[in-house]
């Protein structure tokens, strides 16, 4: 995807300068990651992996943008404007300065093959390269350390920066002038400078070279893992650029898949709805595998799995938790960082997130769907087995178990509990697709028990979710849980998960009462009842994906192919979108960028998408 930053563009995201905001462009490895804004600056970035330290958190230091990032800048500078190159997650910016002159900044960190291994390392690497006249470069980079707490403590040598962070540190290994960087000089570029922050290891080669061989093999990484995906014929380049944001939201040291790579930016503006993202939820997970299933990304799936079984294996046959660390942990214990504002000063900045305390029902279903996926499909290096089967059952005896009784729900209400319908839909969904693996397994006794379950669940839900409004009891609507008649966008997912077909009159008339209640213009809410915090005040991306699925599946294409075209006008330049959008002023909030949304993107090009076979 090429595009310019436009400052008058709708999709801008507040351009004063000096004041954050999402026109951010993701980088990474699957190791570490990070965000750069519009004018190259490094305002984001996590070590020694997506939830460590964020030593560059300018993004949520509110107006002190001078420390926490990485920012390279031309005396004079007047524009600047960015792309991906093609089919990578190499970031190029142009910088323009007054006087004609110009330079580029290629921005990745290294992901390529070596030594029979995946080479991934705690590593940022960006080039810098004149390209018009004869600009004149300074360089501010100033990393913090404990979240904000201070500036890394710094040392050097002749061609080497060392900055300390506490447990953690970190070398600049670079051909540049050090004392220049050291004490934030402009200097004249008058060639390739190249930088490597990275491991606190002397580095080994010729900076220039090996930081080009870098981006060589990184570069085509990414084109050969581009080239394997199944993509729809239109719509390409956003599905694309979806993908890669998503294979980078997994941590493949052990492929968890984190819902988003930030943490605390506001779902509104000075709602205090600020949540720590950076882990790894079951929910989220299952989406995104699914999503990337369609496009034929098996890497991603095979290794989520892998970080799955050591989840069940961890508990036992008990109560599965809704979300976990990347390394699997289980205590994600919610703290304030004091030492940072916040998203344009919008606090509190949380580390941690009490929802792992949470019953949510809903993940052994989640736990499932995907897992069942290893027992059919060929193409998998590792084929589930008997064992496999064994252990899967035991999510599904908690999700037979738990079928009808309350929960938080998938929006993890902090305040109160009922039995929400999409968490019994999903035990349904569990114990249905155990019934399908064990006819597919030749296990007739285990096919029949897990039948009967799902039967029960589905008679169950049809008998407490309904709301009946009609004196035949036909006409009505869903609830959004067994002890209430309010709508939740999530019922839209019962046709998503095969326990209704489009066709069914009371997913018909659940779809016109949840348009008619939740939809905003071209956007749709979660739910509109009141929450902990209040009424929600801003549009969840990936409902409004649901609907325009809704939509699809009603024969409303014309009406779903409008509303995908609007939603995409709203990404940001970097082709991402995060949690939320003010379905007023356009505006997106949110943590970023965010999973279901980009899995929204991927999964209504697909179903909207024109047919290969009309250019083949």
Same mark, same amino acid.
């Given at each position: 995807?090429?595009?310019?930053? @436009?400052?008058? =563009?709708?999709?801008?995201?507040?351009?004063?300068?000096?004041?954050?905001?999402?026109?951010?462009?993701?980088?990474?490895?699957?190791?570490?990651?990070?965000?750069?804004?519009?004018?190259? +600056?490094?305002?984001?970035?996590?070590?020694?992996?997506?939830?460590?330290?964020?030593?560059?958190?300018?993004?949520?230091?509110? @107006? *002190?943008?001078?420390?926490?990032?990485?920012?390279?800048?031309?005396?004079?500078?007047?524009?600047?404007?960015?792309?991906?190159?093609?089919?990578? !997650?190499?970031?190029?910016?142009?910088?323009?300065?007054?006087? +004609?002159?110009?330079?580029?900044?290629?921005?990745? &960190?290294?992901?390529?093959?070596?030594?029979?291994?995946?080479?991934?390392?705690?590593?940022?690497?960006?080039?810098?390269?004149?390209?018009?006249?004869?600009?004149?470069?300074?360089?501010?980079?100033?990393?913090?350390?404990?979240?904000?707490?201070?500036?890394?403590?710094?040392?050097?040598?002749?061609?080497?920066?060392?900055?300390?962070?506490?447990?953690?540190?970190?070398?600049?290994?670079?051909?540049?002038?050090?004392?220049?960087?050291?004490?934030?000089?402009?200097?004249?570029?008058?060639?390739?400078?190249?930088?490597?922050?990275?491991?606190?290891?002397?580095?080994?080669?010729? #900076?220039?070279?090996?930081?080009?061989?870098?981006? !060589?093999?990184? *570069?085509?990484?990414?084109?050969?893992?581009?080239?394997?995906?199944?993509?729809?014929?239109?719509?390409?380049?956003?599905?694309?650029?979806?993908?890669?944001?998503?294979?980078?939201?997994?941590?493949?040291? /052990?492929?968890?898949?984190?819902?988003?790579? /930030?943490?605390?930016?506001?779902?509104?503006?000075? =709602?205090?709805?600020?949540?720590?993202?950076?882990?790894?939820?079951?929910?989220?997970?299952?989406?995104?595998?699914?999503?990337?299933?369609?496009?034929?990304?098996?890497?991603?799936?095979?290794?989520?799995?892998?970080?799955?079984?050591?989840?069940?294996?961890?508990?036992?046959?008990?109560?599965?938790?809704?979300?976990?660390?990347?390394?699997?942990?289980?205590?994600?214990?919610?703290?304030?960082?004091?030492?940072?504002?916040?998203?344009?000063?919008?606090?509190? #900045?949380?580390?941690?997130?009490?929802?792992?305390?949470?019953?949510?029902?809903? &993940?052994?279903?989640?736990?499932?769907?995907?897992?069942?996926?290893?027992?059919?499909? =060929?193409?998998?290096?590792?084929?589930?087995?008997?064992?496999?089967?064994?252990?899967?059952?035991?999510?599904?005896?908690?999700?037979?178990?738990?079928?009808?009784?309350?929960?938080?729900?998938?929006?993890?209400?902090?305040?109160?509990?009922? #039995?929400?319908?999409?968490?019994?839909?999903?035990?349904?969904?569990?114990?249905?697709?155990?019934?399908?693996?064990?006819?597919?397994? %030749?296990?007739?006794?285990?096919?029949?028990?897990?039948?009967?379950?799902?039967?029960?669940?589905?008679?169950?839900?049809?008998?407490?979710?309904?709301?009946?409004?009609?004196?035949?009891?036909?006409? %009505?609507?869903?609830?959004?849980?067994?002890?209430?008649?309010?709508?939740?966008?999530?019922?839209?997912?019962?046709?998503?998960?095969?326990?209704?077909?489009?066709?069914?009159?009371?997913?018909?008339?659940?779809?016109?009462?949840?348009?008619?209640?939740?939809?905003?213009?071209?956007?749709?809410?979660?739910? !509109?009842?009141?929450?902990?915090?209040?009424?929600?005040? /801003?549009?969840?991306?990936? &409902?409004?994906?649901?609907?325009?699925?809704?939509?699809?599946?009603?024969?409303?294409?014309?009406?779903?192919?409008?509303?995908?075209?609007?939603?995409?006008?709203?990404?940001?330049?970097?082709?991402?979108? =995060?949690?939320?959008?003010?379905?007023?002023?356009?505006?997106?909030?949110?943590?970023?960028?965010?999973?279901?949304?980009? #899995?929204?993107?991927?999964? &209504?090009?697909?179903?909207?998408?024109?047919?290969?076979?009309?250019?083949?």
């Amino acid at each position: 995807m090429t595009r310019t930053l @436009d400052t008058n =563009s709708k999709n801008t995201q507040n351009p004063e300068p000096n004041i954050p905001n999402l026109e951010l462009w993701p980088i990474g490895n699957c190791q570490i990651s990070g965000l750069i804004d519009k004018a190259a +600056g490094l305002v984001w970035g996590c070590v020694p992996r997506v939830d460590g330290d964020p030593v560059f958190c300018a993004l949520l230091n509110g @107006d *002190a943008q001078n420390a926490g990032v990485w920012r390279f800048e031309l005396e004079g500078q007047t524009s600047s404007t960015q792309r991906y190159e093609r089919n990578t !997650a190499i970031l190029i910016t142009r910088l323009e300065a007054d006087d +004609g002159s110009a330079a580029e900044i290629y921005d990745f &960190c290294p992901r390529f093959e070596r030594s029979g291994r995946m080479y991934r390392p705690v590593a940022y690497t960006r080039i810098v390269r004149p390209v018009a006249g004869t600009p004149r470069l300074k360089t501010n980079l100033r990393p913090k350390q404990n979240y904000g707490a201070q500036l890394a403590e710094t040392n050097h040598g002749t061609n080497h920066i060392r900055y300390v962070m506490g447990a953690q540190t970190m070398r600049l290994s670079t051909d540049a002038p050090v004392g220049y960087i050291l004490e934030g000089r402009s200097f004249r570029l008058e060639s390739d400078q190249h930088f490597f922050l990275g491991p606190d290891e002397p580095f080994v080669g010729n #900076v220039r070279s090996e930081v080009r061989r870098m981006e !060589a093999q990184t *570069a085509k990484y990414w084109k050969h893992w581009t080239r394997g995906l199944h993509i729809p014929l239109e719509w390409q380049d956003e599905v694309i650029r979806c993908a890669i944001a998503l294979k980078l939201c997994q941590h493949e040291e /052990t492929g968890a898949i984190v819902a988003a790579l /930030t943490t605390s930016i506001p779902e509104a503006a000075h =709602s205090e709805r600020n949540w720590d993202y950076r882990f790894c939820w079951i929910r989220d997970s299952y989406y995104t595998v699914q999503a990337l299933n369609r496009l034929g990304a098996l890497d991603v799936l095979e290794k989520y799995l892998a970080y799955l079984r050591n989840i069940v294996d961890g508990a036992k046959g008990g109560q599965i938790q809704p979300l976990y660390s990347v390394m699997g942990e289980s205590e994600l214990n919610e703290v304030t960082a004091a030492h940072l504002a916040g998203y344009r000063g919008m606090g509190p #900045v949380r580390r941690g997130n009490a929802a792992y305390k949470q019953i949510q029902h809903d &993940c052994y279903g989640q736990i499932v769907l995907p897992t069942v996926q290893g027992f059919f499909d =060929s193409r998998m290096l590792r084929m589930a087995d008997e064992g496999d089967f064994e252990s899967l059952e035991q999510v599904g005896e908690m999700a037979w178990a738990m079928h009808d009784q309350p929960d938080a729900g998938l929006w993890e209400f902090r305040t109160r509990e009922e #039995v929400h319908t999409y968490s019994a839909v999903m035990s349904w969904a569990a114990c249905d697709r155990l019934a399908n693996v064990a006819e597919h397994i %030749g296990k007739a006794e285990r096919a029949k028990l897990w039948r009967v379950r799902a039967d029960k669940v589905c008679a169950k839900i049809e008998a407490e979710a309904w709301v009946s409004t009609g004196e035949g009891g036909d006409e %009505g609507h869903y609830g959004a849980s067994f002890e209430s008649d309010y709508l939740d966008a999530s019922l839209l997912q019962m046709v998503e998960l095969r326990f209704l077909s489009p066709d069914n009159p009371r997913f018909q008339s659940t779809f016109a009462a949840i348009e008619k209640e939740l939809r905003r213009g071209d956007h749709m809410l979660r739910y !509109a009842k009141e929450d902990d915090f209040g009424a929600p005040e /801003t549009a969840f991306n990936v &409902c409004t994906f649901w609907l325009i699925e809704a939509l699809h599946l009603a024969g409303r294409d014309d009406e779903a192919r409008t509303l995908f075209e609007t939603m995409l006008s709203h990404r940001t330049q970097s082709g991402m979108l =995060s949690e939320d959008l003010d379905y007023k002023t356009d505006e997106l909030w949110g943590n970023f960028p965010q999973t279901y949304s980009l #899995v929204g993107v991927i999964n &209504c090009a697909g179903l909207l998408s024109k047919s290969w076979s009309e250019v083949r």
